[in-house]
């Protein structure tokens, strides 16, 4: 999961604020993935009303990040056949920050065919945790042109981001833990969607 770790930009009227998701700050989990500056200046939108200053202040919010956090698992994402080499499986698309942020959080018996691709939207260092995650998993770096560059164990319940060593990283995809060793996949393959390049599909339909 990624708080996200992972994306998408922040707009406010008093003037443009621009966060990515899974920057080298961020703080996100992927198995359930979330952004810590995306939280931070979620909560900084929510204390004005307007550009101008209110008539009455507001007393300060003394909500924390676990309290911003999901408290249960989303239910099953809309999928898409992927093909890594020889390999084809179905994965979930996490698209919308809230999916990106829940990612695979509160999941359990994750199965061999369970799969779950980010589109983190632009190229970043990414970096994913596992808060609420009660089963470790594995995770796939993937650059723009759809090649895995890094794939990383993810630790049930481990609250410190796994960053990327890479900056160009722009999707990442969860599997079962081992999934990758198990199906000998590793850093190189180039990911191909049923309906095309991961760039074509997934970046050029937001």
């Known amino acids: 999961m990624r708080l996200p770790a992972n994306c998408g930009l922040l ?44 008539t ?12 911003l956090l999901p408290t249960h698992a989303q239910p099953k994402l809309q999928t898409m056949k992927i093909y890594l080499g020889p390999e084809i499986i179905d994965a979930e698309l996490a698209l919308s920050d809230q999916e990106i942020h829940t990612g695979m959080m509160f999941r359990t018996n994750i199965q061999e065919t369970d799969a779950m691709l980010f589109n983190l939207r ?14 470790s998993i594995s995770v796939a770096y993937i650059s723009g042109d759809g090649t895995i560059r890094e794939i990383h ?16 990283i722009v999707f990442a995809l969860e599997t079962k833990e081992g999934w990758f060793a198990r199906h000998h996949l590793s850093p190189g393959t180039v990911i191909q969607t049923e309906k095309g390049p991961l760039t074509d599909v997934l970046l050029h339909r937001q």
């Open 153 to 168: 164990h993810l630790e049930k319940n481990d609250t410190n981001s796994v960053f990327s060593a890479s900056n160009d």
């Open 11 to 54: 707009s406010a009227n008093c003037g443009r604020r621009r966060t990515g998701i899974d920057n080298a700050a961020s703080f996100r989990q992927i198995g359930g993935v979330k952004v810590l500056n995306w939280l931070l200046l979620s909560l900084a939108v929510a204390a004005f009303a307007g550009c101008g200053k209110p």
């Open 122 to 135: 632009y190229p970043q260092q990414a970096a994913f945790w596992m808060k609420n995650c009660p089963e």
């Open 56 to 67: 009455t202040p507001a007393p300060p919010a003394a909500a924390s990040v676990d309290d």
